[in-house]
């Protein structure tokens, strides 16, 4: 509906574009599980802005990896509202477990666009490191995408992450 709303796109032609969106998207997707490890947020930033950068609410996506820090799955754990995501470590472990997952990546998007971390983004983020060190496991980082832009929180507040 939103592609259809421009001028000169019809319902034809938005389903094109929709598809053209979601190939790109797998095709990131698969380059970014094929490759060897995540040793920088860089090599995986594009698929999660097509995954939920562009969401028109928050949404909280963990990458589980091997103890080589080589993806094996995601998922999209929670959608919360237009600002706010309600995520329970709990859950998350429960699914890296699952899954054999000796490192996790974080993600989650800004629907607004800001790419300042919240003060609940921080402690989120404290309480899961905390947590996967008692669980032997190693919280990577944790990310935050929208519209194309990001945020490492390793890179901006590596003191989360000792």
């Given at each position: ?5 421009i ?9 094109n574009?929709l ?21 920088h ?19 909280f ?13 995601y ?23 699952y ?5 996790l ?58």
């Amino acid at each position: 509906e939103d592609l259809t709303a421009i001028s000169g796109i019809k319902e034809a032609k938005a389903l094109n574009l929709l598809a053209v969106t979601e190939l790109a998207c797998r095709l990131l997707r698969e380059q970014v599980f094929s490759e060897k490890s995540l040793n920088h947020p860089q090599s995986i930033l594009d698929w999660l802005n097509f995954e939920i950068g562009f969401s028109p609410q928050e949404e909280f996506l963990v990458i589980f990896l091997n103890h080589r820090l080589h993806p094996i799955y995601y998922k999209v754990l929670f959608k919360g509202t237009l600002n706010q995501s309600l995520v329970h470590p709990r859950d998350v472990f429960r699914e890296a477990s699952y899954h054999n997952a000796a490192a996790l990546v974080l993600v989650h998007n800004h629907p607004g666009g800001s790419m300042e971390p919240s003060e609940a983004d921080l402690e989120m983020t404290d309480h899961f490191v905390k947590a996967a060190k008692l669980l032997g496991m190693q919280i990577v980082d944790h990310i935050i995408v929208s519209q194309g832009a990001y945020c490492s929180l390793r890179e901006k507040f590596p003191e989360l992450f000792e």
